[in-house]
């Protein structure tokens, strides 16, 4: 059977860095992503050392700066050449700031995080669309947020409805609520599917560690969705669900 190839952004700590290795342990080939040479190479040799014996898994850096149309072009070129095609994109790079009230709102700040969290997500993309047209039936797992959530930041018996009020970070998320729904649309008919993932609130840098999930539990919705049946949905915010009263651990769809 031919190796599964995945390249997940932001791979080299956190959240990313945990789903290359959950995916890696089911024996597929993992490619991270990371924006500097450094901390990549130091990901790839974590990630060998995490999966030595792992049998037909392999881990591999790719320079990718999401930000850098670029880059995302020349990592398409690379896997082409090497692969051929690509069977999961997992764009989970982000970065979380410009908090603060919206009326303080730093314009600068909230561009920077667009061009990450929204941009670099639609350049990826599209820099790897002809390669994941390739593949059999390809799988593209936009990591989300629930704080990207219309809803529940509008429902005040939701604990997302009691966090402070804030611009960039959450509306980034909705716009890639939106862009996962329109690539769905478009990817409609074709076996891509595309759905983004809501790994909870988690305990990473991005939160100094503040979250109250693993990295193991916040990789799972991406694994899980990298990871689909072909009967499996596509166009959906799949994952973590935070209720006020509900379980610690329950997973599904959440309201856009
Ligand atoms: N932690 C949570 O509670 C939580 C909750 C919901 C959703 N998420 C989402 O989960 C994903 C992973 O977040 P995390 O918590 O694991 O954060 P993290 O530990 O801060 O990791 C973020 C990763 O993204 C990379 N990155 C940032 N900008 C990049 C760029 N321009 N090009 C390439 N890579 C870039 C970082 O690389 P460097 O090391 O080079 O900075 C790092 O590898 C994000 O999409 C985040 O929004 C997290």
């Given at each position: 059977?031919?190796?599964?190839?995945?390249?997940?952004?932001?791979?080299?700590?956190?959240?990313?860095f945990?789903?290359?290795?959950?995916?890696?342990?089911?024996?597929v080939?993992?490619?991270a992503?990371?924006?500097?040479?450094?901390?990549?190479?130091?990901?790839?040799?974590?990630?060998r050392d995490?999966?030595?014996?792992?049998?037909?898994?392999?881990?591999?850096?790719?320079?990718?700066d999401v930000?850098?149309?670029?880059?995302?072009?020349?990592?398409?070129?690379?896997?082409?050449?090497?692969?051929?095609?690509?069977?999961?994109?997992?764009?989970?790079?982000?970065?979380?700031?410009?908090?603060?009230?919206?009326s303080?709102?730093?314009?600068?700040?909230?561009?920077?995080?667009?061009?990450?969290n929204?941009f670099?997500v639609?350049?990826?993309?599209?820099?790897?669309?002809?390669?994941?047209?390739?593949a059999?039936?390809?799988?593209?797992?936009?990591?989300?947020?629930?704080?990207g959530s219309?809803?529940?930041?509008t429902?005040?018996?939701?604990?997302l409805?009691?966090?402070?009020?804030?611009?960039?970070?959450?509306?980034?998320?909705?716009a890639l609520?939106?862009?996962?729904?329109?690539?769905?649309?478009e990817?409609?008919?074709?076996?891509?599917?595309?759905?983004?993932?809501?790994?909870?609130?988690?305990a990473?840098d991005?939160?100094?560690?503040?979250g109250?999930?693993?990295?193991a539990?916040g990789?799972?919705?991406?694994?899980?969705?990298?990871t689909?049946?072909?009967?499996?949905?596509?166009?959906?915010?799949?994952?973590?669900?935070?209720?006020?009263?509900?379980?610690a651990d329950?997973?599904?769809?959440?309201?856009?």
């Amino acid at each position: 059977m031919a190796t599964t190839i995945a390249l997940i952004t932001g791979a080299n700590k956190g959240i990313g860095f945990e789903t290359a290795r959950q995916l890696g342990a089911r024996g597929v080939t993992v490619l991270a992503g990371a924006r500097d040479a450094a901390r990549g190479r130091q990901a790839e040799q974590a990630l060998r050392d995490a999966l030595a014996g792992q049998e037909g898994t392999e881990a591999r850096y790719v320079p990718l700066d999401v930000t850098d149309a670029k880059s995302a072009q020349e990592a398409a070129d690379w896997i082409d050449r090497e692969y051929g095609r690509l069977d999961i994109l997992v764009n989970n790079a982000a970065i979380a700031i410009g908090g603060g009230a919206p009326s303080q709102t730093d314009l600068d700040a909230m561009r920077e995080a667009y061009e990450t969290n929204v941009f670099g997500v639609i350049a990826v993309t599209n820099a790897m669309l002809p390669l994941l047209r390739r593949a059999p039936a390809a799988r593209i797992v936009n990591v989300s947020s629930e704080v990207g959530s219309i809803t529940a930041t509008t429902d005040p018996a939701s604990p997302l409805g009691q966090m402070p009020a804030s611009l960039a970070y959450p509306s980034s998320k909705s716009a890639l609520n939106m862009i996962t729904a329109m690539y769905a649309k478009e990817l409609r008919g074709t076996p891509v599917k595309v759905n983004a993932a809501n790994p909870g609130y988690t305990a990473t840098d991005l939160n100094r560690h503040s979250g109250f999930r693993s990295v193991a539990e916040g990789a799972e919705a991406s694994v899980y969705l990298a990871t689909l049946g072909p009967d499996g949905p596509s166009g959906l915010l799949w994952g973590h669900l935070w209720t006020a009263d509900g379980p610690a651990d329950a997973y599904g769809p959440l309201p856009w």
